[in-house]
């Protein structure tokens, strides 16, 4: 028998378990995760409104009640009050780290550090209740945003932040964040990108579904459309459609609507502007495109007002204490998921998902990603399985003074997030904070 450790309970988590207890009928898997819940991205990272991609938490709990795998929350590997790497690699054959892209990218001008300015993920961990976030005052005295960034993020916060709630409360969004977003004074977002729309990142659904949000109107400059000196005839698929959906919204008489999203292209931001100690504006320089497919500086700059300012440029990793990481890229080196020290395959440690590849893709794209890595670990198994390891790795885990969180205790968890749903006359509402989940968590 192969007891293997996989490090994170998303998508890459979940796809590795089930590759590897589908191809070999000897492999046990612990699905080890530092959070109490399952699902990673999928419950944290995706928003409120989108239950068709929450929905996937049904095929990834398929996977964690495979009879040969084991899910184990609250276990927080490498970092301080951490099990280091190094312990945990005792314990089993292999351990496949899938920990994902936990930072963001910076934008590395003036400013960026004043109150009022945030990066998207802390926004979005807000929103979707990580026991990590607190209500940061977001949206205190705000009035005007700026979303720095074109891609399904930066559409998924603006989106967000002029939703009503009436469209919120059948979500399962904490209640906390509901009462703030539907007080928030806030009347106008602006979402940039430094580029031109042909080159945005977002798909074209999720663009679309700005123009069906009720009381908002979505507003696109015709000037800026005309900058781009792409030919949309010429665009892949999905590139073309987004371009013909701004040109309509371009042709779109202006409206009377009490909220709405301007979207705003060849803008590069240089500064965030100082107000009364917090951001009050947004510096951006007007750009053109040049003849290599980028953007060019004109010297031509823009005020844009904002006491919000949410950066959405990137996700990127983190380095986990005990294993190489490629600053540069952000990732821990490897070869076909095989975990390179010094450039030498390291027996028994993998990776897979954001960690191994960057942070790109789709959910589905974690898949082959997935499916590669499994497959050199398998073919590593005969020397892998001749190695000594405890029968029960969760004995020694208590040991070192962590007590994991069972799939019994997720399943008290949501049984918990309904029971305050019913109270508060809503489905399903989220608990937002570690002692609340893990007191649910222990209710046997």
């Not at 073309?240 to 609507?257: H, M, Y």
Request: aromatic content about 6%; charged content about 25%; proline content about 8%.
């Amino acid at each position: 028998m192969l007891r293997v450790a996989v490090v994170g309970s998303g998508p890459s988590g979940c796809y590795t378990a089930q590759n590897l207890v589908q191809r070999d009928p000897g492999v046990h898997v612990d699905v080890l995760d530092r959070l109490p819940c399952p699902y990673g991205l999928v419950r944290y990272g995706v928003a409120p409104d989108h239950e068709k991609i929450k929905s996937l938490q049904g095929s990834l709990r398929s996977v964690l009640e495979h009879e040969r795998v084991r899910f184990l929350g609250g276990v927080r590997v490498g970092g301080p009050g951490g099990l280091p790497v190094e312990r945990l690699r005792e314990l089993y054959h292999a351990v496949v780290y899938c920990v994902g892209a936990a930072t963001d990218r910076r934008l590395g001008i003036p400013g960026e550090e004043l109150p009022g300015s945030w990066s998207a993920t802390e926004f979005v961990s807000w929103y979707s209740a990580h026991p990590d976030a607190a209500d940061a005052g977001f949206l205190r005295g705000v009035r005007s945003a700026v979303v720095i960034g074109v891609g399904n993020v930066a559409v998924d916060v603006s989106r967000m932040l002029v939703r009503g709630a009436a469209e919120l409360r059948p979500t399962d969004i904490p209640q906390a964040a509901l009462d703030t977003l539907a007080a928030s004074g806030l009347s106008e977002v602006h979402m940039v990108g430094r580029r031109g729309p042909a080159q945005a990142r977002f798909t074209t659904k999720e663009l679309r579904e700005l123009g069906g949000l009720p009381g908002c109107e979505v507003v696109v400059d015709k000037a800026e459309l005309a900058l781009d000196t792409a030919d949309p005839g010429a665009l892949p698929s999905g590139q073309r459609r987004n371009v013909e959906v701004l040109r309509g919204w371009a042709a779109e008489p202006a409206a009377t609507a009490a909220r709405r999203i301007r979207l705003r292209f060849f803008l590069r931001p240089v500064e965030l502007l100082e107000v009364a100690g917090r951001v009050g504006a947004v510096r951006f320089e007007r750009t053109e495109p040049d003849d290599r497919g980028g953007v060019t500086g004109t010297g031509r700059y823009e005020d844009v007002p904002a006491q919000l300012v949410l950066r959405s440029v990137g996700y990127r990793g983190v380095p986990l204490p005990g294993l190489p990481f490629d600053p540069v890229s952000g990732t821990i080196p490897h070869q076909e998921g095989r975990v390179l020290r010094d450039g030498t395959p390291s027996p028994g440690e993998y990776v897979a998902g954001w960690i191994k590849r960057g942070p790109t893709g789709v959910i589905g794209t974690n898949r082959p990603c997935a499916k590669e890595t499994v497959t050199s670990l398998l073919a590593d198994a005969p020397a892998l399985g001749r190695g000594d390891v405890p029968t029960d790795p969760v004995a020694a885990l208590r040991a070192t003074g962590v007590e994991p969180v069972p799939w019994n205790g997720w399943l008290a968890i949501e049984r918990a997030e309904a029971e305050l749903g019913a109270r508060l006359g809503r489905g399903v509402v989220k608990l937002s904070d570690w002692d609340t989940l893990l007191g649910a968590a222990r209710v046997p």
